[in-house]
């Protein structure tokens, strides 16, 4: 059974900084490249950043560029997201997936597998 488990998710002051980890198990968690999204109300569920299987290669949605980071420890099946200079705009529901095909698509139907989510929210 595949499960992905996303953490980290809080309340944060804007300009702060939050990391979250999705913890995969159920698969070969070498074998996917791995995509952040967030879905804020009344908005439709966006890119964040998605990561290649192995860690080398990396795309970002032009929002968070510069100020976010995907990185992932293959050897402890989780990947992350390291978020700097947080804004109230990046308040959302995140959500990490996984794509077997290795793609690191920046659409949602690439994903096969999708965590629960886990809520960040930016004071003003």
């Known amino acids: 059974q595949v499960q992905l488990v996303e953490s980290g998710g809080g309340l944060v002051q804007a300009g702060g900084s939050l990391r979250l980890s999705c913890a995969a198990s159920?698969?070969?968690?070498?074998?996917?490249?791995m995509g952040w999204f967030r879905q804020a109300p009344g908005k439709e569920r966006e890119f964040v950043a998605s990561?290649?299987?192995?860690?080398?290669?990396?795309n970002y949605a032009d929002s968070v560029k510069g100020r976010f980071t995907i990185s992932r420890d293959n050897a402890k099946n989780t990947v992350y997201l390291q978020m700097n200079s947080l804004e109230p705009e990046d308040t959302a529901v995140y959500y990490c997936a996984a794509d077997p095909a290795g793609r690191m698509a920046t659409t949602q139907y690439e994903y096969d597998y999708w965590g629960m989510g886990t809520q960040v929210t930016v004071s003003s």
């Open positions: 990561i290649s299987r192995r860690g080398y290669s990396t």
């Open positions: 159920g698969i070969t968690f070498s074998r996917y490249a």
